[in-house]
């Protein structure tokens, strides 16, 4: 017991190596890692799905496939797009469908064991946050005007001397929001896939040592089927989280382009 | 050696007392939403947008804790 103990600390101790990004090859001066793999794998996964969903358009879709695919269009279009941007709505649904689908596929891939999940590296999050902070942004100038857009930061009613203040602090927290998307994200998926890990080698180590270091010891092998019996719970969660972070982060950007399209 | 494990610990203390807040506050934004919507379900999808604006707004906090922890 004490010597599966020891080796899985020593195993646990190493793991956050295996979550850095490693350099595969390089082209030029661009270092692949295996991120950047998974991130492309993801691309054309997507591609795939929306392509041959948009291939045979049908008004009443009778194949699953088809079904499937244009019920999370249908979501993204209701749940996402309409119930929190309002009016003016059809405009952005492409825009959030492309990031909720993305994101989806990006979380899902990595839930396949051996695959890697490339929303779990900051780059690939900071990325996506980008876009959608640059993208709400770009139309609350469009739609209010450059200083109507920065006046309308600021809630109306405030009193007078307070103004200042509260739009400094709404100003930080509306720049912040690249930073929280970007970290909530990656937060949720490295942490996820680091408890899969330490599950897994828990599962592993106290099973070696209790059957393949000399004597057979059934007795010690029992905590590492409690081990798997939790890594099987947690990864039931993950396929939840691996949803919801995409939703998330999908309602999040609508709710954005409906502060920044229509001001209090 | 002994100080950077000191260190390494008291981050992971720092962010866990950081996350206390902003558990309660999704909490509360979570029972509000629910409680809301239970009266006056045709309501729920404009509850819903409130409700995300306030959770990540309190949900920032513990993950400005986190980017603490990584940079500190």
Same mark, same amino acid.
């Given at each position: ?6 080796? $899985? ?83 952005? =649904? ?55 857009? $920065? ?23 509306? =720049? ?32 070696? =040592? ?36 995409? $939703? ?17 | ?5 000191? !260190?390494?610990? !008291? ?5 866990? !007392? ?44 513990? !993950? ?9």
């Amino acid at each position: 017991m004490g010597d599966a103990l020891g080796a $899985f600390v020593e195993e646990a101790q190493g793991l956050s190596a295996h979550f850095e990004p490693q350099t595969v090859f390089s082209i030029g001066g661009w270092h692949v890692t295996q991120y950047d793999i998974w991130l492309f794998i993801a691309l054309a996964v997507a591609l795939l799905v929306i392509l041959i969903a948009a291939r045979k358009l049908q008004l009443i879709p009778t194949n699953k496939f088809y079904n499937m695919v244009e019920y999370g269009y249908e979501f993204v279009n209701r749940n996402v797009a309409e119930d929190v941007i309002g009016h003016g709505f059809k405009k952005h =649904v492409p825009f959030l469908a492309t990031l909720f689908f993305f994101i989806l596929i990006c979380n899902m891939l990595g839930l396949i064991p051996g695959f890697k999940t490339s929303t779990g590296s900051i780059s690939c999050t900071w990325a996506l946050a980008t876009i959608s902070f640059v993208y709400f942004n770009f139309y609350g100038f469009k739609t209010l005007g450059a200083g109507g857009y $920065f006046k309308s930061l600021c809630p109306s009613g405030v009193p007078g001397p307070m103004v200042p203040v509260i739009w400094f602090l709404e100003f930080f927290s509306m =720049v912040i929001r690249v930073l929280t998307l970007a970290v909530r994200l990656y937060g949720n998926m490295l942490a996820g896939h680091m408890v899969l890990a330490v599950f897994g080698i828990a599962t592993t180590c106290f099973l070696q =040592v209790a059957l393949f270091s000399g004597s057979i010891d059934l007795i010690g092998a029992l905590p590492s089927v409690a081990w798997f019996l939790l890594l099987v719970v947690m990864y039931a969660l993950e396929c939840l989280v691996a949803f919801i972070q995409a $939703f998330v982060f999908a309602i999040l950007s609508a709710s954005y382009i409906n502060m920044a399209t229509h001001p209090h | 050696m002994e100080i950077t494990l000191v !260190l390494a610990a !008291l981050k992971v203390v720092g962010y866990g !007392l950081a996350a206390i807040g902003p558990g309660i506050g999704i909490g509360i934004a979570t029972y509000g939403l629910c409680v809301s919507a239970a009266r006056q379900p045709e309501m729920k999808g404009q509850l819903m947008g409130y409700f995300f604006i306030g959770a990540a707004m309190s949900e920032a906090l513990a !993950l400005l804790g986190l980017v603490l922890f990584f940079i500190g």
